[in-house]
């Protein structure tokens, strides 16, 4: 189910452990307008709002708060990605590491049978 910039915007003010007031203080609006987006109103926010949300919290994704698309915070979904990245390049290294290993391996039985086949 899609949410309402309304419950995004109530979802941001709880993820900063602030409350309406404290949050309409941080970005510099009456507590009344917040309440009217977050509320049963469910108003819609106007840009010079929107502008200020983004200005007050930088590492908001506005395109989240206003079109409910991707993470609430900028970079989430790029840490990811990164993450999963060098996992994949680790996990191809260990298979590098490993098969090199039974090659080495194999090499030196072979070498450890030559030379006692060698000396007999």
């Not at 007050?56 to 990245?85: C, H, N």
């Not at 260990?94 to 086949?117: E, K």
């Amino acid at each position: 189910m899609k949410t309402t910039i309304g419950q995004r915007l109530a979802l941001l003010i709880e993820s900063e452990n602030l409350n309406n007031l404290s949050f309409a203080k941080r970005v510099g609006v009456s507590p009344t307008s917040i309440g009217y987006i977050t509320g049963e109103r469910q108003s819609k926010p106007g840009f010079e709002l929107i502008e200020k949300i983004a200005t007050a919290f930088p590492q908001l994704d506005i395109d989240w708060l206003v079109r409910g698309y991707g993470e609430m915070r900028k970079g989430t979904d790029a840490s990811a990605s990164v993450y999963m990245t060098l996992l994949q390049n680790e996990r191809k290294r260990y298979h590098l590491l490993t098969s090199a290993h039974v090659s080495l391996s194999s090499d030196f039985d072979v070498a450890l049978n030559q030379a006692g086949s060698a000396s007999a």
